[in-house]
Each structure stands twice: as structure tokens, then as C-alpha cells.
């Protein structure tokens, strides 16, 4: 097991920003694809927003949620490795689903090792340092306090609220698609390469890019990932060093 990386394995896939907001033939493809993970035994890392708006609380889960939810505890049950980095329209999910719906839940980032390699995760939403408009609103959708009211409130007030916000947020995310902050992600790899990270892996920008650093000096890689929705792609990487974009396909293996 590498230093400071308490989660170690031998290969993984990532995706994010499934945005999954009913019983279509996304929802169906990403929990196909949950189930070939737990068949085929690669652990299964999702980078936030596997719906437009999801709170912790099982009072103030929409009806929608609660079947994508309880699949993945059954394959969590049945050995699953899955793990889950919050991203901007997740909010609070460690208390009811670290440890029953995934292995481990973080608010921020992760660190892993697949291999001898070292991967920094992250949703990605706060890798632009220059977006102070963006991060003061996230500090205060985020905040503990006003989550902890909204709590209180009875869910039928509360989700016909929460609804018309997801079905508004929904519209927003085809503004990701245009506005990659490359410059910034490239500098936020750097950093994290300067302490030892071979792999940053982020989201929520919903375009697929993968950068590479120094290839004459080993693999240091920035990796994007696309919206699953939008392209039914994901990443893959193992303990040899192979990795890249897959198209999934439900007859298909995922490695």
C-alpha cells in the first residue's frame, strides 16, 4: 500500500456528472455498468453529480433517486468497490451513505493508488481560483447550518422546492461544455504533481481531456472526464500503468 494512500488497488474505472434525473436509458446504462464492475471486480470511483441534486438526507430524496440508490447497495453488499467524491449538486451525503452505498464518501477529494501510482481525485468545480463568484456560492450552499434547518422543514415543502431548482440546474449544464478553465486545471496538476501525484483526475466540466506532463520522466497526467450522460464514457487505469477513455457498451466487458 503506498504511503498516505489507504485505498490501493490493482486497477480502476472513474466517472462523473452522470446528472441522472429519471428511469431512462442513462440511468439503466450507469447501473449496467455498476453491475459489470461488481461482476468483473474493478473498483468503481464516481466524481460527483450522479444526479442534478441530490441531498443526503433520505426524507429529501426524490422518488427517482431511491431505486439507482438502493441498486448500488445491493452491489455494494454483494462486493462492489465503490467510492464517491461529492461534487456541487451533492450535498452532505457522508452521514447517510459512507459505509451503505459506498465504501467511502469526501466531501473535497480522495487519494488512491493503482499500482505504484499515485491519483489525486477531485469533482473539479473549485480548480479555477479566479472564479470568486463561484466559490463564494458554493461556501454558501455548502454551509452546515442552512442544511441543517433546511432538515427540519417537512419534505413536502421542501421537495417541490427541490425540484424546481434540479429541473433549473439542469438547464445550466450544457454551459460546462464551453467554458474548460485549462490554464487553471493545468497549474492545479502541477501542484499536485509537485507532491508526488502521477494522476489528477477531475470533473464537472463535462469535456473529456486528457494532458500529459514530462512524458520523457514518467507518467504525470491531468484527466478530465466527460458527463456520462452526454457520452456514456469513462476512464480507466491499472496497476501497469495502461489506462485511457472507454465507450461503454452493456455487451461489453469493462477491461
Not at 474493478?42 to 460527483?48: E, M, S
Not at 504533481?193 to 504525470?220: C, Y
Request: aromatic letters at 14%; hydrophobic letters at 40%.
Amino acid at each position: 500500500m503506498e504511503k498516505g494512500c489507504p485505498i490501493s488497488l490493482d486497477r480502476a474505472i472513474f466517472l462523473s456528472d452522470a446528472h441522472l434525473s429519471q428511469d431512462d436509458l442513462h440511468t439503466r446504462n450507469f447501473l449496467i455498468l455498476a453491475e459489470r464492475a461488481s461482476e468483473e471486480n474493478v473498483p468503481l470511483f464516481l466524481l460527483g453529480d450522479i444526479f442534478d441534486l441530490w441531498f443526503g438526507a433520505p426524507e429529501l430524496t426524490f422518488g427517482f433517486q431511491k431505486p439507482v440508490i438502493e441498486r448500488l447497495r445491493e452491489l455494494r453488499r454483494q462486493g462492489l468497490r465503490i467510492y464517491y467524491v461529492e461534487g456541487n449538486r451533492d450535498f452532505y451525503l457522508k452521514k447517510h451513505h459512507e459505509e451503505s452505498t459506498f465504501q467511502i464518501v469526501s466531501e473535497k477529494e480522495m487519494q488512491v493508488a493503482v499500482g505504484s501510482q499515485r491519483v489525486y481525485l477531485s469533482h473539479g468545480d473549485t480548480v479555477n481560483r479566479a472564479d470568486f463568484g463561484y466559490r463564494f456560492w458554493k461556501t454558501l450552499s455548502k454551509n452546515r447550518f442552512a442544511y441543517g434547518a433546511l432538515s427540519l422543514l417537512p419534505s413536502s415543502l421542501v421537495l417541490p422546492l427541490a425540484d424546481h431548482m434540479e429541473r433549473k440546474l439542469r438547464r445550466t449544464n450544457v454551459r460546462f461544455r464551453e467554458s474548460f478553465p485549462e490554464k487553471e486545471s493545468s497549474e492545479f496538476a502541477l501542484r499536485m504533481f509537485a507532491s508526488g501525484v502521477d494522476f489528477v483526475v477531475l470533473g464537472h466540466f463535462h469535456t473529456e481531456h486528457i494532458v500529459r506532463f514530462d512524458p520523457g520522466q514518467g507518467s504525470r497526467v491531468l484527466v478530465v472526464l466527460p458527463s456520462w450522460k452526454e457520452e456514456w464514457r469513462y476512464f480507466y487505469l491499472t496497476a501497469e500503468g495502461k489506462h485511457g477513455f472507454r465507450h461503454f457498451r452493456p455487451d461489453a466487458p469493462l477491461l
